[in-house]
């Protein structure tokens, strides 16, 4: 089945630890995104990337870093910059650029960090 | 910031239909209507959306104004699975998708 998982789908670490969340998507498409949902709010973009080997920063880039080496991955490192890291982390995907395809969403990830 | 207005929460009797509403005065004339749903703990799961004329498919309706600067969403016969919050996002083509907070809608048995 074609789809897009994140894991873990829990995640807990200490304060001050770098956690890399992981995306991966077998529908052949170009352009991935990564956002952050807290509690009672919307999804806000981190990053996004629309081909391999280039991202643009969303709204609230700080703190994060991400990596486009391969189409179908798109990994999110939480630094220890992240002064509020806890959070649902969602990864998207649509088909590519120039289009008005809808994004498909991962199952998320929610972090805990103590 | 989100260009769209929605209620906070609504309520809906499980068999009826569903009407959600959506404020999107300021849309230009490339933007399109987006409607996405989010059950609780889950990815979002896209909808429906639409340029200018209504819409449907198997989960929902569209309704776009004349203006185009309001819409509806009509889930025809709405069920306990239907709980979830409903977002209503207007985008150009390439354009990042913009989260609101969305419309709380519950289905009561």
């Known amino acids: 089945d074609g789809g897009i998982t994140q894991s873990p789908k829990y995640l807990f670490r200490k304060e001050g630890q770098n956690v890399t969340l992981s995306c991966e998507q077998n529908?052949?498409?170009?352009?991935m995104y990564w956002y952050r949902q807290d509690p009672g709010q919307g999804l806000r973009l981190i990053y996004y990337?629309?081909?391999?080997?280039?991202?643009q920063k969303g709204d609230i880039a700080e703190g994060y870093s991400v990596s486009r080496e391969k189409k179908e991955s798109f990994p999110l490192t939480v630094t220890s910059a992240q002064k509020n890291p806890t959070a649902f982390y969602l990864c998207?995907?649509?088909?590519?650029?120039?289009?008005?395809?809808?994004?498909?969403f991962g199952p998320g990830t929610r972090l805990t960090v103590l | 910031d989100a260009k769209t207005t929605q209620p906070p929460s609504m309520d809906c009797a499980e068999g009826r239909a569903a009407n959600l509403p959506c404020n999107h005065s300021t849309i230009s004339g490339n933007e399109y209507v987006y409607w996405y749903r989010q059950i609780h703990s889950q990815g979002p799961q896209y909808i429906i959306h639409?340029?200018?004329n209504n819409e449907t498919n198997e989960m929902a309706s569209l309704i776009i104004t004349e203006d185009r600067k309001s819409s509806t969403l009509i889930l025809p016969h709405a069920t306990l699975r239907d709980t979830a919050v409903y977002y209503c996002i207007v985008r150009v083509r390439d354009d990042k998708i913009i989260f609101g907070k969305g419309t709380r809608l519950h289905i009561l048995p």
């Open positions: 998207a995907s649509t088909i590519g650029q120039n289009t008005y395809n809808e994004q498909f």
């Open positions: 639409g340029l200018k």
């Open positions: 990337s629309q081909i391999v080997n280039d991202f």
């Open positions: 529908l052949n498409h170009d352009a």
